[in-house]
């Protein structure tokens, strides 16, 4: 038995916030011990508390740190890491110019996908984010890079093959068939290896046929141990598109909800415009949204209702969704989250922030009983942030009265360089290389 300890400032959420202001939904510790045990949350205290746990322990000091769960990113591209920061007009300009390209260039080159993959994790790492749920290319070899690359860093992941039959270039395309056949061999081939998790993997309506939709649908009923993955409304020529494509659908979440695609399992990137109706259908389906704000002002795609959607019930995590977000950070989704949120005439209350990047991002693709807060027996997967990374944090951080206070000046100031380092069920993935305030 391995024990190790981290004492620090510490924070972490047993439930939403927004939903449940009662005491216990955020534990937050001026000053914390994190007991880990074998690759698992132990237990956490007070250092009082933690005595008798730590008397043989040679405890980790962290001053200056804030101790979180890992980040979860519910919405990434990873092949478009390589073209993150690509000036486009809107959503559809954009794929055919960049995104679709670059997906193409990986058509024929595994060596590269699995290089692009290790790249991509690394620097989810190095923000501080420790799962994700990712789409990867049309392409099988893809998957099999960023699953074989995950597991190589015993990564809480989830992705799953790309199905895109119509609408896009020639070297994207696959069948409503093959992309059935691809992604039930997918599934058979890392069903139950490390900590991988498939999820079906439409694009979105615009690239599928009724056919592949509906074998999408088969797929996600024939596996109940698999997630559905895809985007909804992001953009208003999408949508009208959309509609145009299914003209007997009534909306476009009806499209999926025909082909069997909406349910608890289901997270459906972007949600920017959805209506009531489909805000009440989301939620009484029980399934979640993930909000991608840097994507959504970077493509201009449009403002996302956080407060409507928590009014109606509806899971939410947050996404980076590079290459049209523009950063991995959870920083700058959080950021962003909260500048959207009060071009809605909502505030964005920093602890709700911290727990759509953890707990409900956890809870958004069906993780949270493996991570998402330290509750005892889950895997430790945790960060270790810097509250002096650079000469302003630090500066603006000691001026702080309150932990709400110095939590939300961090995530509006701070980036990858405020994550000092990340673990992985318990060992040290990653720590910053960099000299302090470099
Ligand atoms: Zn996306």
Same mark, same amino acid.
């Given at each position: 038995?391995?024990?190790?300890?981290?004492?620090s400032h510490i924070l972490?959420?047993?439930?939403?916030?927004?939903?449940?202001?009662?005491?216990?939904?955020?534990m937050a510790y001026d000053d914390g011990v994190l007991?880990?045990?074998?690759?698992?949350?132990?237990?956490l205290g007070t250092?009082?508390?933690?005595?008798?746990?730590?008397?043989?322990?040679?405890?980790?000091?962290?001053?200056?740190?804030?101790i979180?769960?890992?980040?979860?990113?519910?919405?990434?591209?990873?092949?478009?890491?390589?073209?993150?920061?690509?000036?486009?007009?809107?959503?559809?300009?954009?794929?055919?110019?960049?995104?679709?390209?670059?997906?193409?260039?990986?058509?024929?080159?595994?060596?590269?996908?699995?290089?692009?993959?290790?790249?991509?994790?690394?620097?989810?790492?190095?923000?501080?984010?420790?799962?994700?749920?990712?789409?990867?290319?049309?392409?099988?070899?893809?998957?099999?890079?960023?699953?074989?690359?995950?597991?190589?860093?015993?990564?809480?992941?989830?992705?799953?093959?790309?199905?895109?039959?119509?609408?896009?270039?020639?070297?994207?395309?696959?069948? &409503? =068939?093959?992309?059935?056949? /691809? $992604?039930? @061999?997918?599934?058979?081939?890392?069903?139950?290896? %490390?900590? #991988? !998790?498939?999820?079906?993997?439409?694009?979105?309506?615009?690239?599928?046929?009724?056919?592949?939709?509906?074998?999408?649908?088969?797929?996600?009923?024939?596996?109940?141990?698999?997630?559905?993955?895809?985007?909804?409304?992001?953009?208003?020529?999408?949508?009208?598109? &959309? =509609?145009?494509?299914?003209? /007997? $659908?009534? @909306?476009?979440?009806?499209?999926?909800?025909?082909? %069997?695609? #909406? !349910?608890?399992?289901?997270?459906?990137?972007?949600?920017?415009?959805?209506?009531?109706?489909?805000?009440?259908?989301?939620?009484?389906?029980?399934?979640?949204?993930?909000?991608?704000?840097?994507?959504?002002?970077?493509?201009?795609?449009?403002?996302?209702?956080?407060? &409507?959607?928590?009014?109606?019930?509806?899971?939410?995590?947050?996404?980076?969704?590079?290459?049209?977000?523009?950063? #991995?950070?959870?920083?700058?989704?959080?950021?962003?989250?909260?500048?959207?949120?009060?071009?809605?005439?909502?505030?964005?209350?920093?602890?709700?922030?911290?727990?759509?990047?953890?707990?409900?991002?956890?809870?958004?693709?069906?993780?949270?009983?493996?991570?998402?807060?330290?509750?005892?027996?889950?895997?430790?997967?945790?960060?270790?942030?810097?509250?002096?990374?650079?000469?302003?944090?630090?500066?603006?951080?000691?001026?702080?009265?309150?932990f709400?206070?110095?939590?939300?000046?961090?995530?509006?100031?701070?980036?990858?360089?405020?994550?000092?380092?990340?673990?992985?069920?318990?060992?040290?993935?990653?720590?910053?290389?960099?000299?302090?305030?470099?």
């Amino acid at each position: 038995m391995s024990r190790t300890a981290f004492r620090s400032h510490i924070l972490h959420f047993n439930d939403d916030p927004a939903r449940n202001a009662a005491a216990g939904a955020v534990m937050a510790y001026d000053d914390g011990v994190l007991v880990v045990e074998d690759g698992r949350i132990a237990a956490l205290g007070t250092p009082e508390e933690m005595a008798d746990l730590t008397r043989d322990v040679d405890v980790q000091h962290c001053p200056d740190s804030l101790i979180i769960p890992g980040f979860i990113d519910t919405h990434v591209h990873y092949p478009q890491i390589d073209m993150i920061g690509s000036y486009g007009k809107d959503l559809l300009d954009w794929l055919g110019h960049y995104a679709f390209p670059t997906e193409i260039g990986l058509k024929r080159f595994k060596d590269k996908a699995i290089d692009t993959a290790g790249f991509f994790l690394d620097e989810l790492l190095r923000n501080g984010t420790t799962s994700a749920l990712v789409f990867p290319t049309v392409h099988a070899h893809t998957v099999d890079a960023i699953f074989s690359q995950a597991l190589k860093r015993n990564m809480r992941l989830i992705a799953g093959k790309v199905m895109m039959d119509v609408h896009a270039p020639d070297d994207l395309l696959d069948t &409503a =068939q093959s992309s059935y056949d /691809d $992604s039930l @061999s997918l599934i058979e081939k890392w069903r139950g290896k %490390g900590r #991988l !998790g498939y999820a079906v993997t439409p694009r979105f309506a615009l690239t599928s046929s009724p056919e592949q939709l509906r074998g999408a649908g088969d797929l996600l009923a024939q596996n109940p141990d698999v997630l559905l993955h895809t985007h909804l409304s992001e953009n208003t020529k999408e949508i009208a598109r &959309a =509609q145009e494509l299914f003209p /007997d $659908s009534d @909306s476009y979440l009806d499209i999926y909800q025909r082909a %069997g695609l #909406l !349910g608890p399992r289901s997270i459906f990137a972007h949600c920017v415009h959805l209506t009531d109706a489909e805000r009440r259908t989301l939620a009484n389906a029980g399934a979640a949204i993930a909000h991608c704000p840097t994507s959504n002002l970077f493509l201009g795609s449009g403002l996302f209702d956080i407060a &409507a959607a928590q009014e109606a019930n509806i899971t939410i995590g947050l996404g980076s969704d590079v290459g049209a977000g523009t950063s #991995l950070s959870a920083f700058a989704s959080m950021s962003e989250a909260y500048k959207v949120a009060q071009m809605r005439g909502h505030s964005l209350h920093p602890y709700e922030a911290f727990y759509l990047a953890t707990l409900g991002g956890a809870r958004a693709v069906h993780i949270d009983h493996h991570v998402g807060n330290f509750a005892p027996g889950k895997e430790a997967d945790f960060v270790v942030l810097d509250l002096a990374a650079t000469p302003l944090m630090a500066r603006r951080l000691a001026r702080a009265n309150t932990f709400e206070e110095m939590l939300f000046a961090l995530m509006i100031l701070g980036d990858d360089r405020a994550v000092k380092s990340t673990y992985i069920a318990g060992a040290l993935a990653h720590e910053r290389q960099s000299a302090k305030n470099s």
